[in-house]
């Protein structure tokens, strides 16, 4: 498709996407003022993504709609997988953050070069919401430590957390317990009463202006501190090559997950709204902005879907809005920095809490209990993976996961035995469990697979079932339907040629139905065309052999 930056935008919904714009930065800023302190970097990390990647993403991406930032679960991500590299809030660590964005960044870029896309398809939906789910609980310990006053390590090991939650609970500061309640019931009663409204940024006033007029600083409320003002700076992370290669393992988890949930909400609201969208176009426009990032002191960028269902709801149907973000954000930084610096950390901890709450999946994963238990198995996994072992032990256990579950689909394909009817114009159905061949004499089997070394067993068992139960005696043709075949792997062909060894010793007649041209040049590769008949149907093959009998009888 062709690129048009800012696509859909004209002179009669510039108001409405202004409008949507001021809201997005009302949501935007404190959203990402938490999620910087998450991933242990200082409050302009989280702001500096809002400028120049922003912008960046705005103009490029094919998605009118998908907002790009930092979320909950790329925080984590970055958190949990420098901790072990570098003391949060150090300079080091904050090098090492700008380096993991570059990396992903250029990772997006390379999947979009070479149509990578379909990687993300591995991140099933129950993987994704377990994945997601266990940074989501790992986040909110660390939240729910800062609602109550207790000093924890946030970017410790999620047991550490809990025990140093439950240590700490003689230290709750009361203060900050009463701004977090307070917090929560405004935004909680609020998105319910008017959804319209950014509350988010209503409870960082109403609370920055208490702590400021009842001086609660004094009282043990912590608070964001000095906040360093002017725009972001170009600049390069300076590391070393073994610092660069022990960030790939992360960079690619966070590559992963961002592709995994970008590309799908970027279609979904492509369909909704009726516009199209490009997955590389979009893979493309993620790398430039992690770059972006990266070199201009941000961190690690994905698709937020929260402030895209916002966008959504006030009726934006452009990238204008990411664009005044940017521009908004950047007069932030220039002049009202210090408006941030007595913005309470119980607040911003209930924002964030009450932000990833819903990101713990809860209802999902009542609804997989009820639909599949193996799904469910698989998302508890990745859960218990992401937060006991950390987010890189927990991608790793999401993808084989995943490959388990499409080889246990794979290995079990449906086979089965056609029926025919009365009437020329149906197809061929599946036989009742009573009924044993096709027609007299002839069986028609189909195989609802590729067939390759993990279910040729299959369809070897289930011929050889079938020609025993309807009597080898009996059956004369076997028909193997192959229009769900698309593949034949070496394994596959070696298995399959010793199945028609077995049907020749029968004197079973060997014969093809419904195969694409591709698999006949496979077959014909591993020589199992040799001595078979290849008819366009399953109908014209039990005609044909129908038509021989007559013949044969007559004579």
């Not at 592709?259 to 709204?273: A, F, H, I």
């Not at 950390?345 to 209990?369: K, T």
């Not at 040629?497 to 029968?506: M, T």
């Given at each position: ?29 404190p959203l990402n003022i938490g999620y910087a302190q998450i991933a242990g970097l200082p409050p302009t990390a989280g702001l500096y993504a809002l400028i120049v990647p922003a912008i960046i993403y705005a103009l490029v991406v094919s998605s009118r709609q998908l907002v790009a930032s930092p979320d909950a679960a790329a925080a984590a991500l970055v958190a949990s997988s420098l901790g072990g590299l570098a003391v949060a809030g150090t300079a080091n660590y904050i090098t090492l953050a700008l380096a993991q964005a570059i990396i992903s960044g ?384 070496v394994t596959g062909a070696e298995g399959f040629g010793e199945l028609c060894d077995w049907l020749k010793e029968k004197s079973i007649q060997i014969h093809f139905s419904r195969m694409r041209p591709e698999l006949r040049d496979g077959l014909a590769h591993f020589d199992l065309i040799e001595g078979t008949t290849s008819f366009g149907t399953n109908r014209a093959a039990i005609a044909a052999f129908a038509e021989a009998q007559r013949h044969l009888e007559e004579k």
């Amino acid at each position: 498709m062709r690129w048009r930056p800012l696509a859909g935008l004209t002179r009669h919904n510039l108001g409405t996407e202004a409008l949507a714009g001021v809201t997005l930065i009302a949501i935007a800023v404190p959203l990402n003022i938490g999620y910087a302190q998450i991933a242990g970097l200082p409050p302009t990390a989280g702001l500096y993504a809002l400028i120049v990647p922003a912008i960046i993403y705005a103009l490029v991406v094919s998605s009118r709609q998908l907002v790009a930032s930092p979320d909950a679960a790329a925080a984590a991500l970055v958190a949990s997988s420098l901790g072990g590299l570098a003391v949060a809030g150090t300079a080091n660590y904050i090098t090492l953050a700008l380096a993991q964005a570059i990396i992903s960044g250029v990772m997006f870029v390379l999947a979009a070069v070479f149509k990578l896309g379909f990687l993300a398809n591995f991140l099933s939906k129950p993987i994704l919401i377990g994945f997601v789910g266990g940074l989501a609980l790992d986040i909110l310990v660390s939240q729910v430590a800062k609602m109550l006053g207790v000093k924890i390590d946030s970017g410790g090991e999620f047991v550490d957390k809990v025990s140093g939650l439950v240590a700490g609970l003689g230290t709750v500061n009361a203060a900050s317990v009463a701004i977090s309640v307070g917090a929560v019931l405004v935004l909680v009663i609020g998105r319910r009463l008017a959804r319209a409204v950014p509350w988010a940024l209503v409870v960082l006033v109403a609370a920055t202006l208490l702590v400021v007029l009842a001086n609660l600083e004094d009282y043990g409320v912590a608070v964001l501190g000095h906040i360093d003002a002017g725009p972001p700076t170009l600049t390069w992370p300076v590391i070393s090559w073994t610092a660069w290669l022990q960030l790939i393992p992360s960079a690619i988890a966070l590559t992963l997950v961002s592709m995994g949930e970008g590309l799908l909400v970027s279609r979904s609201y492509g369909e909704k709204r009726g516009y199209p969208t490009s997955p590389n176009r979009d893979l493309l426009a993620f790398g430039l902005s992690n770059v972006a990032a990266g070199a201009s002191g941000g961190f690690a960028i994905g698709s937020s879907t929260s402030r895209t269902a916002a966008m959504d709801q006030a009726g934006s149907r452009t990238q204008l809005p990411s664009v005044i973000v940017g521009v908004g954000t950047l007069l932030l930084m220039l002049f009202g920095t210090s408006l941030l610096e007595d913005i309470p950390s119980p607040a911003i901890g209930a924002i964030v809490a009450v932000a990833v709450v819903p990101l713990l999946g809860i209802p999902e994963f009542r609804s997989l209990w009820k639909l599949d238990r193996f799904e469910f198995i698989v998302g508890a996994s990745c859960f218990l993976g992401a937060l006991l072992l950390g987010p890189i032990a927990g991608i790793v256990i999401a993808f084989v996961l995943s490959l388990i579950n499409l080889a246990r689909r794979a290995a079990n394909p449906a086979v089965d035995i056609l029926s025919a009817n009365d009437s020329p114009d149906s197809s061929l159905l599946p036989l009742e469990p009573t009924v044993t061949m096709t027609a007299p004499g002839v069986i028609v089997l189909r195989f609802a697979a590729p067939i390759f070394f993990a279910n040729v067993g299959v369809l070897e068992d289930a011929a050889k079932k079938a020609v025993r139960k309807a009597g080898p005696e009996k059956v004369k043709h076997l028909v193997f339907d192959l229009e769900a075949v698309t593949d034949i792997d070496v394994t596959g062909a070696e298995g399959f040629g010793e199945l028609c060894d077995w049907l020749k010793e029968k004197s079973i007649q060997i014969h093809f139905s419904r195969m694409r041209p591709e698999l006949r040049d496979g077959l014909a590769h591993f020589d199992l065309i040799e001595g078979t008949t290849s008819f366009g149907t399953n109908r014209a093959a039990i005609a044909a052999f129908a038509e021989a009998q007559r013949h044969l009888e007559e004579k």
